[in-house]
């Protein structure tokens, strides 16, 4: 289990001994797909760690919705904003697949900011890392029109693999609009005209990227 740990950044600077005490204040859960982890506006009481799985970040209104915040994977971790401020979550969670979690009580958070200091940075280098990526989020939506917004987008989640440029999560379109705020109908627009002119193909959800100029427009 250390092993699984050690793999977590936000645990990475800890010696074996300091790994051990933490398993013993972390609990375990398995999330089922599409399970909801944790509802916005609910009282913050623990830190998630991801260990194995992908879960969604989302926000959402009474009419149902959605805009997907960021997907985050193994070795990430969410819910840390709370037990710092002691507010209520800002953020919806769901399990995209199923997810194994390592979770810290707000206790046990608190525990291991006292004993080992080097989880306070790792946090702080997170937080940082999200306030940067929520500029350029918010910086997106005011200045680039859809179709900006989603060429942006699909460039930001590309990885390198076997050669290729591709979208590393399997997303459907409607995965794609709720990340831009867009319909459903224009996204898929979109990526026909990126198909069309030969920026892209897709093939059972897989986008593959063979022209990292996308074009800012139709």
Do not use: W
Not at 29 to 56: M, Q, Y
Not at 102 to 111: E, G, N, P, T, V
């Amino acid at each position: 289990m250390s092993t699984v740990l050690r793999n977590i950044p936000l645990f990475q600077a800890l010696d074996e001994t300091e790994l051990a005490h933490l398993e013993e204040l972390a609990t375990d859960r398995l999330v089922p797909r599409g399970a909801i982890i944790l509802n916005e506006g609910d009282a913050g009481d623990s830190l998630f760690a991801i260990a194995t799985g992908r879960v969604k970040v989302f926000i959402g209104d009474e009419d149902g919705r959605e805009i997907t915040l960021k997907m985050l994977g193994p070795g990430e971790f969410f819910g840390e904003m709370s037990l710092i401020d002691q507010e209520p979550r800002s953020a919806s969670v769901s399990a995209v697949e199923a997810t194994t979690l390592k979770i810290l009580s707000y206790q046990a958070f608190h525990d291991c900011l006292g004993r080992f200091p080097g989880i306070s940075f790792a946090v702080m280098n997170g937080l940082a890392k999200r306030l940067r990526d929520a500029d350029r989020k918010i910086s997106n939506l005011a200045l680039m029109d859809v179709y900006g917004r989603v060429a942006s987008t699909l460039l930001e989640l590309a990885i390198s693999s076997d050669g290729k440029l591709v979208i590393g999560e399997k997303l459907s379109q409607q995965d794609i609009a709720n990340m831009v705020g867009a319909s459903r109908e224009m996204v898929n627009r979109i990526l026909k005209d990126l198909t069309d002119r030969g920026y892209i193909s897709v093939e059972a959800k897989q986008i593959t990227i063979h022209n990292d100029r996308l074009p800012p427009s139709f």
